[in-house]
């Protein structure tokens, strides 16, 4: 049915309760592929420089933030490893969060998008979804599963 799952995932709870949830998926159809992807936002050297506080050794934002998006998804390569999970693949992207899933989704031919309910820069507002959550749902071209 599902041939390639794209999981969003930015390290928050429900973002890995997807993973899990995809996780369960690839248990019902071995065949298929999950995709996890970490969009981290792109930061200018000038909006760096913006800020209040100035470390002695200033690095780029963008390769922070990178090497962090990377650190995520291998965490959820190696925990969806350990749960079973047989065909994983990660990714890294920067840009838009909601944007770059849904664009990424296209490109690899995804069949199902699966994103947590709220993701990290949510806040605890009672709102069902967060703001990615809700854009990738509502535009994305494939269907979408939101945990």
Partial sequence: MFKRILVAVDGSRTSLKALDKAIDLQKLMPETEIYILCVYKHHSLFEASLSIGRPDEMDIPDKVLSDYAKGVVNHAKEL??????????GFVKAGKPSRVIIKFAVEKE????VVGTK??????????LGSVSHRVASRAKCPVLVV
Avoid: C, M, P, Q
């Fill in 110 to 113: 995804a069949d199902l998008i």
């Fill in 80 to 89: 969806a490893k350990e749960h079973g999970a047989t065909k994983v693949r």
């Fill in 119 to 128: 993701g990290t820069n949510s806040d605890k507002d009672g709102v069902f």
